[in-house]
């Protein structure tokens, strides 16, 4: 852990607003507040704060209007750069010109990066296996669906089996679908990386499809594994011109 630095206050620190997408199920929001948990252990210089766009609160918005001035960075908890990323983000950031507070966005996390690439493995657990699926939350948004499978491949290079893509929501194949299609080419174990930052119903589909299809295991998500600590930092460091940490 690094120290906090000598004189430091939250009125001066650095506010990094972690902006996901919110959810009605209580698993989501649990999980981003403890990815923002880990993010000031890890950052205790950092005034880290959770914030979401639909359903749960706080509001993007209504917290960069709170912080008096202080610099902020705001940080899309998104794997992909499909509608949220490329609507919603920066429609919190043009309203925020109006406040006093000096705003910088940060990327989204994926779709690929070795430390993403490295949380996605290190979830299946170690298991030899004979293929695996990435399984996503789904859009209707080709180009998202792209880098989606993009991440598939690289996935499956990374472990050295057969990968292949699946969605739980807006677009083909489900997990059931793609675990059965890797078993009916002979893999007996497949296993399920789970392309997604919290549970909920979605992650849910995904475990339950893919099981019944024969797969050995499920992932949990990402939720607050060291890994993507590690890529929030990487980000805000990038979207204030430090680069310290790599990503």
Known sequence: MRPAPVGRSSRTALAVVLVAHGSRDPRAAEATSALARALRVERPDWDVRATYLDHAGPRPLDVLASLGGRRAVLVPLLLTAAYHGRVDVPAVLEAARSLPVDVSLADVLGPVSPLLLDGLARRLGGQPLDAVVLAAAG????????????????LGARLGVPSRVAYASAAPPTAGAAVAGLRALGARRVGVASYFLAPGRLHDVAVESALAAGACMVAPPLTDAPELVRLVQGRVDAARGSGLIAA
Do not use: F, H, L
Not at 139 to 154: I, K, L, S
């Open 139 to 154: 859009t209707r948004d080709a180009a998202a669906r792209a880098t989606v499978a993009e991440a598939a491949g690289a």
